[in-house]
């Protein structure tokens, strides 16, 4: 289903796509990074794969093509496929309110603007399965800036792999109110951590199954999933943060003295047993596996004789469905991506203007990334699928992604 070309014949010059390999090895060599691995395809055939550095950096293992790595946010454009799979099939529309599906949301409440505490509230409108998958509901995650993020840390919600039931964990969430009137503003959120609770109750499966049996195994992806799959545990990587405090605060920039410090240790990380879903953030997997639901995104939902979507419907996924730019809708979150001169779609980010995003790309390319600093992005105009993985947190310690991204479109003839 993918193959392998020269790069020449593929238009690549050769000798400026090696830069990328010492570009990775540099990382781990500065010790910014334990280890890496990078896939790029072009026209659907591979003519750059690289691994270097440890997975593990106690017991000296290699990050190779098979390492299992925390693909964190990049479950994102995967929970979307599945919800535009059910879109397809006829259950709802996009622009239906999500009390439809989940009536703890049936009376919904914002924050006053300028509220300093939670319980200044007003009434308003429910959120719609459109405006979850774009960060556009109110709803926000713990690590942001406001009340809303504080009092989901107070309450403990951070849609962690051992943190229960997904069920459970959004109930909870629906006592909270909103940060924002939803449509009114962009806010990276746990909105598609929601829409994973939606699907199971239209599916009548849990999440982890309808990901499975419609997404994962059709498309070959054998070794992702919210638990790390069984035989793959040796495979399976440490992550690591260079902040001398939570790792997981991803606005700080409190950086210790050990560049590399470990925070989660493969033989006893969480994800070796998830008990919650996490359809924001929750799958891991290979490197391999991701490259093949990134080129059925870039081939128009199809790979080899699997059709997960219409060729329209990924069309539709990856468009910009924002009134203009992320900058303009005044988030004050983290994001994973710039926010001048990009769009968003359904769970990715879509290159409007790449000289306002000041990153070499190609108007329409679709990509997201995950807080361990992985990455991926796919781009129609050029036939390209790059997939980086790496396990680092957070994503914003080092210009990774700009700097990948430039040194793969030099490297085009």
């Known amino acids: 289903m993918i193959g392998i070309a020269d790069p020449a014949s593929a238009g690549f010059d050769p000798e400026r796509l090696a830069r990328i390999c010492v570009w990775m090895n540099a990382?781990?060599?500065?010790?910014?990074?334990?280890?890496?691995?990078?896939?790029?395809?072009?026209?659907?055939?591979?003519?750059?794969?690289?691994?270097?550095?440890?997975?593990?950096?106690?017991?000296?293992?290699?990050?190779?093509?098979?390492?299992?790595?925390?693909?964190?946010?990049?479950?994102?454009?995967?929970?979307?496929?599945?919800?535009?799979?059910?879109?397809?099939r006829g259950f709802f529309h996009l622009d239906a309110p999500i009390s439809e599906f989940l009536p703890e949301f049936s009376e919904c409440r914002a924050l006053v603007p300028g509220a300093v505490t939670i319980d200044q509230t007003e009434p308003c409108p429910t959120p719609s399965l459109h405006q979850l998958a774009t960060h556009t509901s109110g709803l926000s995650y713990s690590f942001n800036p406001g009340v809303l993020p504080a009092s989901m840390v107070v309450e403990d919600l951070h849609f962690g792999p051992n943190q229960g039931l997904l069920g459970d964990h959004?109930?909870?969430?629906?006592?909270?109110?909103?940060?924002?009137?939803?449509?009114?503003?962009?806010?990276?959120?746990?909105?598609?951590?929601?829409?994973?609770?939606?699907?199971?109750?239209?599916?009548?499966?849990?999440?982890?199954?309808?990901?499975?049996?419609?997404?994962?195994?059709?498309?070959g992806m054998l070794e992702t999933g919210f638990s790390v799959t069984l035989g793959a545990t040796c495979r399976f990587s440490a992550l690591y943060t260079p902040l001398a405090g939570n790792a997981f605060d991803l606005n700080?920039?409190?950086?210790?003295?050990e560049s590399l410090r470990l925070i989660d240790r493969p033989e006893a990380s969480p994800f070796l047993r998830a008990s919650l879903h996490s359809g924001g953030g929750g799958l891991v997997g290979t490197i391999d596996d991701y490259l093949k639901f990134v080129e059925m995104l870039r081939r128009g939902g199809a790979l080899g004789d699997q059709?997960?979507?219409?060729?329209?419907?990924?069309?539709?996924?990856?468009?910009?469905?924002?009134?203009?730019?992320?900058?303009?809708?005044?988030?004050?979150?983290?994001?994973e991506q710039p926010m001048e001169g990009m769009g968003f779609g359904l769970g990715g980010a879509v290159v409007l203007n790449p000289g306002r995003a000041r990153c070499v790309g190609s108007i329409g390319d679709f990509s997201w990334g995950g807080m361990?600093?992985?990455?991926?992005?796919?781009?129609?105009?050029?036939?390209?699928?790059?997939?980086?993985?790496?396990?680092?947190?957070?994503?914003?310690?080092?210009?990774?992604?700009?700097?990948l991204k430039a040194l793969v479109h030099a490297a085009l003839n």
């Open 170 to 219: 959004v109930n909870h969430l629906a006592s909270l109110p909103l940060a924002f009137h939803p449509g009114t503003r962009w806010e990276y959120s746990v909105g598609i951590d929601v829409l994973g609770r939606v699907i199971e109750v239209v599916s009548g499966r849990s999440l982890n199954d309808f990901l499975r049996e419609e997404i994962l195994d059709p498309l």
């Open 372 to 403: 361990a600093s992985t990455f991926f992005w796919m781009d129609p105009h050029e036939d390209l699928s790059v997939v980086f993985f790496t396990q680092l947190s957070p994503s914003s310690s080092y210009p990774i992604r700009p700097q």
């Open 307 to 335: 059709r997960l979507l219409a060729r329209n419907t990924v069309r539709f996924m990856t468009a910009n469905h924002l009134p203009c730019e992320i900058a303009s809708m005044g988030p004050k979150s983290f994001a």
């Open 252 to 257: 700080s920039a409190e950086i210790g003295d």
């Open 27 to 88: 990382f781990v060599n500065e010790k910014k990074l334990a280890g890496s691995s990078i896939l790029v395809a072009r026209g659907g055939n591979i003519v750059l794969e690289h691994a270097t550095g440890l997975r593990d950096r106690d017991r000296k293992e290699p990050f190779q093509r098979d390492t299992v790595a925390r693909i964190y946010s990049m479950t994102k454009p995967i929970t979307t496929t599945a919800l535009m799979i059910l879109s397809e």
